[in-house]
Each structure stands twice: as structure tokens, then as C-alpha cells.
């Protein structure tokens, strides 16, 4: 199967989510500063998972510029990953609509600790279809580190909201920082590969 109707599917989900996120910003009461104040958790939120969507899209794009057709198991690694992308809206609205509340850190983190492993195997599944690119599979190498540098973050994040929702909340941050910036390894490959 052609990759493009995968990569179109895919920037339609990534879009819808990013419209879900925004539209739950609600417009200020009064023409005032004071007014954006109540909306500051909900902004906050918001840019947080739009950061994390947007450094999902990016390597997504990234991941899958390395295929040249799909098979069943990178359809499915990908509506898996799409379907845990699908629920950061509603963790988002919920946690920027409480005030970054004890339990709604704790279900974001979970959240995105599912979204990181979804990532991963499609990652994997990706990688599978490559079987005789060495460079390829060092580059993979290279971002399992990253992931798993997620992973331990987003565990972490968990636990500790229970102390402080800041340190979970910073948590998150350095792990978007981490991952901004895609990967350039897998460019690399990809152009000694032609």
C-alpha cells in the first residue's frame, strides 16, 4: 500500500486534535487583563499538548519519510498511536479546567506515557520494513535513547505530582524540549541510503 493515504489520514487526525484543544479555550468575559485570568490554566494547557502534538507530528512525519509502502502492522501501530493522540483534548481540557489538579497531572502523564510506547512501536514497526539499512537502524538506536530518557520522565511525573504538580509539570517540559528539535539522524540515513 501507498504510503500517502497513511500520511494523509494521519496530518487529518493530527489537525482535528490540534482544533478539539483550541476550541475548548473559551472566549474572556470583559475587555480588561483581568479577564484572561481565569484562562490562564486553560491556556497553559493548551500549549503544552499543542507542543507535544506538534513535536508528535514532526516525528511522525520524520518516521514515516523512511517507508516507501505500509504493511498491516505500520496501519495498525499507527491507529494505535493516533487513537492515544485522540484523548491528549480531553486530559488537556480537564487538567487546565482544574487548575492542574493532583489527579488530572497523573492522567496526563499516564497519557503520554501511552503516547511515548504507541510512538515506539510504531517506531518499531517502521524499523521492521528496513531490515538492511545500517544506518537506519543506528539512527533508531539513537532515538530509543530519547524514548526511553521519555519514558522514565513521564513515569516519574506520575509519583510526583503527589508531591509537587510543578516538578511533573517540569517533567513535561524537558521532555518536549528534548524531542522540539526532530532528529537528525534519520536524515542522514536516508540520504547515504540514495
Known amino acids: 500500500m501507498n504510503k500517502s493515504r497513511v500520511e494523509a489520514f494521519s496530518d487529518g487526525v493530527f489537525a482535528i486534535i490540534i482544533t478539539i484543544m483550541v476550541l475548548e479555550i473559551k472566549v474572556p468575559q470583559g475587555t480588561d487583563w483581568q479577564a484572561i485570568k481565569p ?3 486553560v491556556l497553559s494547557s493548551y500549549v503544552l499538548s499543542f507542543l507535544f502534538v506538534a513535536i508528535y507530528w514532526g516525528n511522525h512525519h520524520h518516521l514515516l519519510h523512511t517507508v516507501k509502502s505500509v504493511n498491516s502492522g505500520i496501519i495498525w501501530a499507527n491507529i494505535n498511536l493516533l487513537f492515544w493522540l485522540s484523548l491528549i483534548p480531553v486530559a488537556t481540557g480537564w ?5 492542574f489538579a493532583i489527579n488530572t497531572i497523573i492522567v496526563y502523564a499516564v497519557l503520554l506515557l501511552i503516547n511515548g510506547i504507541a510512538f515506539t512501536i510504531l517506531q518499531r514497526a517502521v ?3 528496513n531490515p538492511h539499512n ?3 537502524a543506528e539512527a533508531f538506536e539513537q532515538l530509543k535513547i530519547k524514548g526511553y530518557i521519555s519514558l522514565v520522565c513521564y513515569t516519574a511525573a506520575i509519583p510526583l505530582a503527589f508531591v509537587s504538580t510543578v516538578i511533573s509539570g517540569i517533567l513535561f517540559l524537558t521532555v518536549s524540549i528534548m524531542w522540539l528539535v526532530p532528529d537528525k539522524n ?9
Open 39 to 41: 484562562l490562564l490554566p
Open 134 to 136: 545500517t544506518q537506519l
Open 95 to 99: 487538567m487546565g479546567a482544574n487548575h
Open 127 to 129: 524499523m521492521y520494513t
Open 186 to 194: 534519520i536524515e542522514r540515513a536516508l540520504k547515504e541510503k540514495e
